[in-house]
């Protein structure tokens, strides 16, 4: 079975400086990854995704992701925090074995400080 | 904007009852997935259908149910609602775009069941 892990619940950053949220995940195939941030009251917005190739995928908004594969992890990065990336932010794991089901992590909730 | 609209936005019922969600995506966009998020955690998958078929499904009961249609709208349908029914439903719709597809999601539905 997959899984995704996000260890952190919150993660508090000052504006201007970098921003890094954490991702693990586990899966038996080929591991395709996503990223996704949700503001209050709204849907899932889509990042980026790592298929193949590159460790270091660049998405929307500056943010950008590196893929680990001995660590098995997928952390997203942005080198200058804003106010406005506060929100929640979320790390899914597709299995190439198992179709095209997307497994959640449990969300890192974002505060930049001003 | 996703292009991905959902009805209605909020929605109240009492344990028992029977509701009817609905999602509206892209021309074009011919697979659809249902994930519903509980309050403070992750989306979890609840089925996916592709071309009007359901071709993948989560750990939920028969008594979720959906169905896709022609002009690329579908529709989850819920019986005999519980009270852990409450939560934001969302809809992702995606199209066939390369080896992996992105999954662009909807604003939600957020049910609550008293």
């Known amino acids: 079975a997959q899984s995704v892990a996000q260890p952190e619940d919150q993660v508090n950053v000052a504006e201007g400086n970098p921003l890094t949220v954490k991702c693990t995940y586990s899966?038996?195939?080929?591991?395709?990854l996503f990223w996704y941030v949700q503001y209050p009251n709204r849907g899932l917005q889509f990042l980026l995704k790592y298929i193949t190739g590159d460790n270091l995928v660049k998405g929307s908004y500056g943010f950008e992701a590196e893929f680990n594969k001995s660590q098995t992890s997928f952390h997203l990065k942005k080198p200058s925090a804003l106010v406005s990336d506060s929100a929640l932010y979320f790390c899914?794991?597709?299995?190439?074995?198992?179709?095209?089901?997307?497994?959640f992590g449990g969300g890192t909730r974002v505060l930049v400080k001003p | 904007e996703t292009g991905v609209t959902q009805s209605p936005t909020h929605l109240i019922k009492t344990r028992g009852q029977q509701v009817t969600l609905r999602c509206s995506s892209q021309?074009?966009?011919?697979?659809v997935s249902w994930y519903q998020q509980a309050l403070g955690q992750g989306p979890q998958f609840i089925f996916q259908y592709y071309r009007e078929e359901e071709n993948g499904r989560g750990n939920f009961p028969p008594r979720f149910s959906g169905l896709q249609f022609p002009n690329y709208s579908s529709e989850l349908n819920v019986n005999a609602l519980e009270l852990d029914d409450s939560a934001l439903y969302l809809c992702a719709s995606s199209f066939p775009s390369g080896p992996v597809e992105t999954q662009y999601f909807g604003p939600g539905t957020r049910l609550l069941v008293l």
């Open positions: 899914a794991v597709r299995d190439g074995a198992a179709g095209n089901k997307l497994t």
């Open positions: 899966v038996s195939g080929n591991p395709y």
């Open positions: 021309s074009g966009h011919n697979t």
